[in-house]
T-cell receptor, first 114, second 115 residues
Framework: EAQVTQNPRYLITVTGKKLTVTCSQNMNHEYMSWYRQDPGLGLRQIYYSMNVEVTDKGDVPEGYKVSRKEKRNFPLILESPSPNQTSLYFC?????????????FGPGTRLTVL | AQSVTQLGSHVSVSEGALVLLRCNYSSSVPPYLFWYVQYPNQGLQLLLKYTSAATLVKGINGFEAEFKKSETSFHLTKPSAHMSDAAEYFCAVNSYGGATNKLIFGTGTLLAVQP
């Protein structure tokens, strides 16, 4: 089954404790991205990757890091989480950069930073 | 710059009634527009998309949307609501320019369906 998976689905942590949210897709997609969803703000892009070893900032990259060492994986790293990073995070992938292509979303990771 | 505005953060309809969710866009170039649905505790699922072909776009689960350039709108409709349609709906425009496939989302509309 074609899908985007994320782990963990739920995470409660404390300020400053490094964490990684994993994202993996099995569709051989080139393009992957991370979004955060906050009430009243919709979804905003954090980082994206056009292919292996090619990443760039989205609209809200502060406090986050990413890497793309393999085509299928695109982990999101919070090196020193803060309470304002409490949010619902989605990973998405798309076959390429064509603007009419569908993006496939993972099930989301709900992060709480105390 | 492109943007999307969804009017009404909460919409409530009776089962069997018409569903109308509003979306207006702003774009200096011909837009590519999408509607996504988010069921509780799930990721976003594509309902339909407009990519400059037919202005009336049919999607899954009986939903459709009409692109109206003169009104800069892309409203989502369904003739008869079902209880299973209760979810949050997001309108989005694909950004233009640069090497990115970024979606710019509206703030979402939570649809409640009353029995």
């Amino acid at each position: 089954e074609a899908q985007v998976t994320q782990n963990p689905r739920y995470l409660i942590t404390v300020t400053g404790k490094k964490l990684t949210v994993t994202c993996s897709q099995n569709m051989n997609h080139e393009y992957m991205s991370w979004y955060r969803q906050d009430p009243g703000l919709g979804l905003r892009q954090i980082y994206y990757s056009m292919n292996v070893e090619v990443t760039d900032k989205g609209d809200v990259p502060e406090g986050y890091k990413v890497s793309r060492k393999e085509k299928r994986n695109f982990p999101l790293i919070l090196e020193s989480p803060s309470p304002n990073q409490t949010s619902l995070y989605f990973c998405a992938s798309s076959s390429d950069l064509y603007r009419d292509n569908e993006q496939f979303f993972g099930p989301g990771t709900r992060l709480t930073v105390l | 710059a492109q943007s999307v505005t969804q009017l009404g953060s909460h919409v409530s309809v009776s089962e069997g009634a018409l569903v109308l969710l509003r979306c207006n866009y702003s774009s200096s170039v011909p837009p590519y527009l999408f509607w996504y649905v988010q069921y509780p505790n799930q990721g976003l699922q594509l309902l339909l998309k407009y990519t400059s072909a037919a202005t009336l776009v049919k999607g899954i689960n009986g939903f459709e949307a009409e692109f109206k350039k003169s009104e800069t709108s892309f409203h989502l409709t369904k003739p008869s609501a079902h209880m299973s349609d209760a979810a949050e709906y997001f309108c989005a425009v694909n950004s233009y320019g640069g090497a990115t496939n970024k979606l710019i989302f509206g703030t979402g509309t939570l649809l409640a369906v009353q029995p």
